[in-house]
């Protein structure tokens, strides 16, 4: 198994108060070694908090989360460039001051590579759909579906095993999203990355994903092959498909 998320709790002090709030509540899945995971639920449900515990940024208050059976921090320290991370807010992602080329670079360069960097770059913007002329704009200069693959070729520029994508695509518009998609598909295919997709459209998730986990209110409600959604059990992962897809289930 490529990802093991084993009995995760997690809960934060409400603010101005000596009570706290459980944020995740036995959080159980895995992810198969190339397989595609969303990671579905309204706002508040604790998706975000979730992606920050498998990015290793912060601690579960119990459970553990493997990579390759290692501990989440070791497996990161052991496997540099190996795990990759795209947000929704793509114009604070990217620094500012850097051009397209910097910033495509940026994790090359922590990780001390220097050699063939022109050429990487260029392959990277070719994968992602974009051409060489956009190399030395910054991003100000770029659409947000321009940057946003900025983005994911930075993402996938140290060849990453795993790729978490928060909410990735939320703010594109809706046919920048389905080019994205699709770039996200191609790449999948190509490269073997196991993906993370955690969204709040379930129509995105369920185009892109093999298996989609339905998250309510900090516990996992329903775990489901894409082709199986017909038959989902709980009653919120209904009413979710029911708001999005055309059948009665
Ligand atoms: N650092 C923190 N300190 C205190 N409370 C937090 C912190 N981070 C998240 N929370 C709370 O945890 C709950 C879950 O938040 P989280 O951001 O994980 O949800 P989400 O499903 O990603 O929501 P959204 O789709 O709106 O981004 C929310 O009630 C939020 O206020």
């Given amino acids: 198994m490529f990802l093991q998320v084993k009995d995760i709790n997690k809960s934060y002090r409400k603010y101005g108060k000596i009570?706290?709030?459980q944020v995740l509540k036995d959080v159980n899945f895995t992810i198969k070694e190339g397989e595609c995971v969303g990671l579905v639920?309204?706002?508040?449900?604790?998706?975000?908090?979730?992606?920050?515990?498998?990015?290793?940024?912060?601690?579960?208050?119990?459970?553990?989360i493997l990579i390759e059976d290692l501990n989440v921090k070791k497996w990161i320290k052991e496997n540099q460039g190996k795990m990759s991370v795209v947000f929704q807010d793509y114009t604070s992602s990217a620094n500012p001051n850097f051009t397209v080329k910097e910033i495509i670079l940026e994790p090359l360069k922590v990780l001390g590579k220097k050699e063939n960097?022109?050429?990487?770059t260029e392959d990277l913007l070719d994968k992602v759909g974009l051409t060489i002329d956009l190399l030395d704009r910054y991003p100000h200069e770029l659409s947000g579906g321009?940057?946003?693959?900025?983005?994911?070729?930075?993402?996938i520029s140290t060849k990453p095993k795993f790729i978490v994508l928060d909410e990735a695509i939320s703010s594109l518009d809706v046919s920048i999203q389905a080019q994205i998609l699709e770039l996200l598909k191609d790449l999948k295919d190509e490269l073997n990355?196991?993906?993370l997709f955690?969204?709040?459209?379930?129509?995105v998730v369920t185009y892109l994903c093999d298996r989609i986990i339905?998250?309510?209110?900090?516990?996992?409600v329903e775990n489901i092959h894409s082709l199986n959604l017909a038959y989902v059990k709980n009653s919120y992962a209904k009413?979710?498909?029911?708001?999005v897809i055309p059948f009665s289930i």
Avoid at 117 to 120: A, F, N, Q
Avoid at 146 to 155: D, E, G, K, W
Avoid at 214 to 220: A, K, S
Wanted: aromatic share 4%; charged share 25%; proline share 2%.
């Fill in 19 to 21: 009570e706290k709030q």
């Fill in 41 to 64: 639920g309204e706002s508040g449900s604790g998706k975000s908090t979730l992606s920050r515990l498998i990015l290793g940024l912060e601690k579960p208050d119990s459970g553990r």
């Fill in 117 to 120: 960097l022109d050429k990487i």
């Fill in 146 to 155: 321009q940057l946003q693959r900025v983005c994911i070729a930075r993402s």
């Fill in 193 to 195: 990355i196991t993906y």
């Fill in 198 to 203: 955690i969204a709040h459209d379930l129509q």
């Fill in 214 to 220: 339905f998250l309510y209110r900090g516990e996992v």
């Fill in 239 to 243: 009413r979710l498909l029911n708001s």
